[in-house]
């Protein structure tokens, strides 16, 4: 196998250019056979497989930089950039990221997670070159979804501006994670697959072809034919923004690839090189349902059918059946994601209401002003978001809809420790960013009952936002006794009764409070455990009452600073609750890739740990 002996690209530059198809082909194989039993994102790195072999064979790298978009399209540069017999370990604890991270490599440029970055990293990148008057190759490689991002087009124009040299690759497969959405990628595939253009393309092509003229003249020629052809060209909007624009090409021609790139390394000023792949790509299933291959976990190779370990329904699914049952009870209830209909659940209430399901593609921000604006009309927006890509509306939570006092209801998924994405998808900081906004109330419900209770009150909330924040995975199931009456704004749910320890739990914690309590339990000491249903307002009745416990303790997937144990706290001291207090939380770092349970043990937020560290506040109180 020719992948036997390719570790590095200049092990890659040795090759031919017919080697590199076939070394194409083993790096598919080899990356369809880790992924079925790791997990991750599949299609997208099947796609770019050439794409990647063919930068890494013109360019010099490291010395030449290349900045990668996102991060799920990167396998294949992982695999031939040294980290091929780590490969196994991909998404696993103490193993390799799912991501490109410059702790890993020198090849990885700069950390990604989050779609958009990459053009402006890369200008960054060539300015500082510039600076020090180097002479290496800027190379951003970005998805066509991802121009659906705003920073993307921030990048995009100031670089046309400054008209440095920088190249940009546009990764075009018509697909995020959903099909692309937004009008960017719209008019890249209707110029491309308009009639007008591939008909004066193919028969421009076949006249130069037959002319009687020698090379250079013909060569003179087709330019100008190039230069009369852009209003038909899927190029003519980066041209008008500074760009050279080459393309589009087809991202599995090898030496087509090879080629360009090595024509445009001598061309000076910001370059669009635009690439046309198939996501999925040599891999059937994944082909026909690049979706669902997006990001997957473990699967069957022969019949591409996810392993699934429990047949429990994720929280995402039971808030899409939700969303649905009040679409039908309300019609001004509407729903808006950002390029994450599946994820989040929305793909049914999509197909049941097609005209009040709103995918803006990867634009949270706007996502996050659109639903104000429907809020300010007297329409029920429901924002489904995951608790990492929300961090990019930041400004528009509060300058648009808190400050407003809009009634926009953020269904905040994936909150809490997520598991194998690593830092950049973390859902850890949703707690403390929202805390401090004013008029927002923050809940998180224990259960599935739960969950749709909180999605139907917020719907009928009127004093501004309302977030529920809940996990990735599946909902966990509690028994009949602690289902839940009814929802009362700032109102808890005591669950057991115990005079010596009261447990604050929030949303999935509350099953790790419960499991505490029983263990304690058996060493003599009684405690009340809080199912914390929400985390602003607080329960201040509850609060007042902790005055009458030895010590008080509270659970939550969030970072300590800023979150609901750090609330708890200011409460007591205020008030002088003279009581012992013990905040779990995490602590103020990045959170590294790894399953859910193993991260929740080494971050002490497991059974044993806190029921130790339970007794032992209790002990000392005593003494």
Same mark, same amino acid.
């Given at each position: 196998?020719?992948?036997?002996?390719?570790?590095?690209?200049?092990?890659?530059?040795?090759?031919?250019?017919?080697?590199l #198809?076939?070394?194409a082909?083993?790096?598919?194989?080899?990356?369809?056979?880790?992924?079925?039993?790791?997990?991750?994102? &599949?299609?997208?790195?099947?796609?770019?497989?050439e794409?990647?072999?063919?930068?890494?064979?013109?360019?010099?790298?490291?010395?030449?930089?290349?900045?990668?978009?996102?991060?799920?399209?990167?396998?294949?540069?992982?695999?031939?950039?040294?980290?091929?017999?780590?490969?196994?370990?991909?998404?696993?604890y103490?193993?390799?990221?799912?991501?490109?991270?410059?702790?890993?490599?020198?090849?990885?440029?700069?950390?990604?997670g989050?779609?958009?970055?990459?053009?402006?990293?890369?200008?960054?990148m060539?300015?500082?070159?510039?600076?020090e008057?180097?002479?290496?190759?800027?190379?951003?490689?970005?998805?066509?979804g991802?121009?659906?991002?705003?920073?993307?087009?921030?990048?995009?124009d100031?670089?046309?501006?400054?008209?440095?040299?920088?190249?940009?690759?546009?990764?075009d497969?018509?697909?995020?994670?959903?099909?692309?959405?937004?009008?960017?990628?719209a008019?890249?595939?209707?110029?491309?697959?308009?009639?007008?253009?591939?008909?004066?393309?193919?028969?421009?092509?076949?006249?130069?072809?037959?002319l009687?003229?020698?090379?250079?003249?013909?060569?003179k020629?087709?330019?100008?034919?190039?230069?009369s052809?852009?209003?038909?060209s899927?190029?003519?909007?980066?041209?008008?923004?500074?760009?050279?624009?080459?393309?589009?090409?087809?991202?599995?021609?090898?030496?087509?690839?090879?080629?360009?790139?090595?024509?445009?390394?001598?061309?000076?000023?910001?370059?669009v090189?635009?690439?046309?792949?198939?996501?999925?790509?040599?891999?059937?299933?994944?082909?026909?349902?690049?979706?669902?291959?997006?990001?997957?976990?473990?699967?069957?190779?022969e019949?591409?059918?996810?392993?699934?370990?429990?047949?429990?329904?994720s929280?995402?699914?039971?808030?899409?059946?939700?969303?649905?049952?009040?679409?039908? #009870?309300?019609?001004?209830?509407?729903?808006?994601t950002?390029?994450?209909?599946?994820g989040?659940g929305?793909?049914?209430?999509?197909?049941?209401?097609?005209?009040?399901?709103?995918?803006?593609?990867?634009?949270?921000?706007?996502?996050?002003?659109?639903?104000?604006?429907?809020?300010m009309?007297?329409?029920?927006?429901?924002?489904?978001?995951?608790?990492?890509?929300?961090?990019?509306?930041?400004d528009?939570?509060?300058?648009?809809?808190? &400050?407003? #006092?809009?009634?926009?209801?953020?269904?905040?998924?994936?909150?809490?420790?997520?598991?194998?994405?690593?830092?950049?998808?973390?859902?850890?900081?949703?707690?403390?960013?929202?805390?401090?906004?004013?008029?927002?109330?923050?809940?998180?419900?224990?259960?599935?009952?739960?969950?749709e209770?909180?999605?139907?009150?917020?719907?009928?909330?009127?004093?501004?936002?309302?977030?529920?924040?809940?996990?990735?995975?599946?909902?966990e199931?509690?028994?009949?006794?602690?289902? &839940?009456?009814?929802?009362e704004?700032?109102?808890?749910?005591?669950?057991?009764?115990?005079?010596?320890?009261?447990?604050?739990?929030?949303?999935?914690c509350?099953?790790?409070?419960?499991?505490?309590?029983?263990?304690l339990k058996?060493?003599?000491?009684?405690?009340?455990?809080?199912?914390?249903?929400?985390?602003?307002?607080?329960?201040?009745?509850?609060?007042?009452?902790?005055s009458?416990?030895?010590?008080?303790?509270?659970?939550?997937?969030n970072?300590?600073?800023?979150?609901?144990?750090?609330?708890?706290?200011?409460?007591?001291?205020?008030?002088?609750?003279?009581?012992?207090f013990?905040?779990?939380?995490?602590?103020?770092?990045?959170i590294?890739?790894?399953?859910?349970?193993?991260?929740?043990q080494?971050?002490?937020?497991?059974?044993?740990?806190?029921?130790?560290q339970s007794?032992?506040l209790?002990?000392?109180?005593?003494?």
């Open positions: 196998m020719l992948l036997e002996g390719v570790n590095y690209p200049e092990d890659l530059r040795k090759l031919s250019v017919d080697e #198809k076939v070394l082909a083993e790096i598919r194989d080899f990356i369809i056979k880790t992924v079925s039993k790791t997990g991750g994102h &599949l299609a997208s790195s099947l796609g770019a497989v794409l990647t072999l063919a930068l890494h064979y013109v360019f010099d790298t490291p010395k030449d930089k290349l900045v990668w978009d996102v991060g799920h399209q990167t396998y294949a540069h992982k695999i031939i950039t040294g980290r091929k017999d780590k490969f196994h370990t991909l998404r696993q103490g193993g390799i990221s799912g991501f490109p991270k410059v702790e890993e490599s020198i090849y990885d440029t700069f950390n990604v989050h779609a958009g970055t990459s053009i402006s990293a890369a200008l960054g060539a300015l500082a070159r510039d600076l008057k180097s002479q290496e190759n800027i190379i951003a490689i970005i998805g066509d991802s121009l659906s991002c705003g920073i993307a087009y921030e990048g995009l100031n670089a046309g501006y400054i008209d440095t040299d920088l190249i940009v690759v546009v990764n497969n018509n697909m995020s994670i959903s099909p692309s959405l937004g009008s960017i990628s008019y890249l595939s209707k110029k491309m697959s308009g009639p007008v253009y591939n008909k004066l393309r193919d028969e421009i092509e076949k006249l130069i072809t037959t009687p003229l020698p090379h250079e003249p013909a060569l020629l087709a330019r100008k034919i190039e230069e052809m852009k209003f038909f899927p190029g003519l909007l980066f041209e008008e923004l500074g760009f050279k624009y080459f393309g589009p090409l087809d991202g599995h021609k090898l030496e087509d690839l090879i080629k360009i790139f090595n024509n445009i390394k001598k061309i000076k000023g910001p370059i090189v635009h690439v046309v792949t198939k996501k999925g790509k040599g891999y059937k299933p994944a082909e026909e349902n690049p979706s669902l291959f997006h990001g997957i976990g473990k699967f069957d190779i019949s591409g059918k996810p392993l699934k370990s429990t047949k429990n329904k929280c995402s699914s039971i808030f899409g059946d939700k969303v649905v049952d009040l679409m039908s #009870k309300n019609p001004n209830v509407v729903a808006i950002a390029a994450m209909l599946i989040t929305l793909q049914k209430a999509k197909d049941i209401y097609p005209d009040r399901v709103f995918d803006v593609g990867i634009a949270e921000q706007h996502a996050t002003t659109m639903a104000g604006g429907l809020a009309k007297g329409y029920k927006p429901v924002v489904a978001i995951y608790s990492t890509f929300l961090q990019r509306a930041y528009q939570i509060i300058h648009d809809i808190a &400050l407003q #006092k809009l009634p926009v209801v953020f269904a905040i998924d994936r909150a809490g420790i997520v598991g194998d994405d690593g830092e950049t998808h973390q859902g850890v900081f949703d707690i403390s960013y929202l805390r401090c906004v004013p008029n927002m109330v923050i809940s998180a419900p224990k259960d599935p009952k739960e969950l209770q909180l999605l139907e009150f917020a719907t009928k909330y009127e004093d501004g936002p309302f977030a529920i924040r809940y996990p990735r995975g599946f909902c199931e509690f028994d009949e006794k602690f289902v &839940l009456d009814r929802i704004i700032g109102r808890w749910q005591r669950l057991t009764d115990g005079e010596d320890l009261a447990i604050l739990a929030v949303g999935n509350v099953k790790t409070a419960l499991n505490v309590s029983e263990k058996l060493k003599g000491i009684s405690s009340s455990v809080f199912n914390a249903l929400f985390i602003k307002p607080m329960d201040e009745d509850v609060l007042r009452s902790l009458s416990y030895k010590a008080v303790i509270t659970i939550e997937e970072v300590a600073i800023g979150g609901f144990g750090e609330g708890v706290a200011k409460f007591l001291f205020e008030n002088g609750i003279n009581v012992s013990r905040q779990f939380a995490l602590p103020d770092v990045f590294e890739h790894g399953s859910q349970d193993i991260l929740r080494k971050y002490n937020l497991g059974v044993d740990y806190i029921t130790s007794e032992s209790l002990i000392n109180k005593g003494s």
